[in-house]
């Protein structure tokens, strides 16, 4: 058999298996999802708590994000959000917001601003942090300082959220992220350069860094708030 047919039969067993192993993909989680569908109907029929019914729709959701139909997935990581805000359960409806963004939707960039608003704000899983604000650095144009902001708050929150091993993982990943950024932002290659493009962009000083944040996340709710920020600040200790 000549190379060339060798290659290609090689190819050809590829391509099948690659299509092979995204059905049995497909295939486990429609079955993943139809008992996800059953449980909710079982526990909604008995009065079951509002935030167990809630964690299902989420798992629903992120179920039906992983089939590509991020459309039937949107209303029910909505709802779930709204039952988790009410139960101040905030890491829950940030990872709501997650599964929103990743929906594909119309207002999925307005769910990502407030999933990143709810991160910052509390204390949450700090993995999840970092990947609703790594979104924003992969949506953001490479002139833009946006993703400067996202990946250095992103650092910032991985050395003093986490600990040990996990927050060196995390504290490396992060470097390396906000490197990334610096190379398409302004081509920086060298240490001296990336010192200078930290400075002249302010990316050193939280108070300073944290403030132009909050204006990444106004440019993505565009206002459409689905919760009252100013009362959930006011339950916040004072410290």
């Given at each position: 058999m000549k190379p060339y047919d060798i290659t290609r039969t090689h190819l050809q067993d590829s391509a099948?298996?690659?299509?092979?192993?995204?059905?049995?993909?497909?295939?486990?989680?429609?079955?993943?999802?139809?008992?996800?569908?059953?449980?909710?109907?079982?526990?909604?029929?008995?009065?079951?708590?509002?935030?167990?019914?809630?964690?299902?729709?989420?798992?629903?959701?992120?179920?039906?994000?992983?089939?590509?139909?991020?459309?039937?997935?949107?209303?029910?990581?909505?709802?779930?959000?709204?039952?988790?805000?009410?139960?101040?359960?905030?890491?829950?409806?940030?990872?709501?917001?997650?599964?929103?963004f990743r929906a594909e939707q119309p207002e999925s960039l307005n769910a990502l601003g407030q999933g990143i608003w709810l991160?910052?704000?509390?204390?949450?899983?700090?993995?999840?942090?970092?990947?609703?604000?790594?979104?924003?650095?992969?949506?953001?144009?490479?002139?833009?300082?946006?993703?400067?902001?996202?990946?250095?708050?992103?650092?910032?929150?991985?050395?003093v959220r986490a600990e040990g091993s996990q927050r060196d993982n995390l504290t490396f990943f992060t470097s390396q992220l906000l490197a990334d950024v610096a190379r398409r932002h302004s081509e920086v290659q060298s240490q001296q350069a990336f010192d200078l493009w930290r400075d002249r962009l302010e990316l050193r000083e939280p108070d300073k860094f944290l403030v132009r944040l909050r204006n990444v996340v106004d440019v993505l709710v565009q206002d459409d708030w689905w919760f009252d920020r100013d009362a959930l600040q006011g339950k916040l200790p004072v410290n």
């Open positions: 099948a298996d690659s299509v092979t192993n995204r059905a049995a993909e497909e295939a486990a989680l429609e079955s993943h999802l139809l008992a996800l569908e059953e449980q909710y109907t079982t526990l909604s029929r008995i009065g079951a708590d509002q935030a167990k019914l809630a964690e299902l729709q989420l798992q629903q959701a992120r179920t039906l994000v992983g089939l590509g139909r991020g459309e039937d997935a949107w209303p029910l990581a909505r709802a779930a959000f709204d039952t988790f805000i009410e139960a101040e359960a905030f890491e829950s409806a940030a990872d709501c917001c997650d599964v929103l991160a910052v704000t509390y204390p949450i899983d700090v993995e999840l942090s970092i990947e609703l604000l790594s979104h924003v650095v992969d949506e953001t144009p490479d002139d833009a300082d946006g993703a400067a902001v996202a990946a250095t708050t992103a650092l910032f929150l991985a050395d």
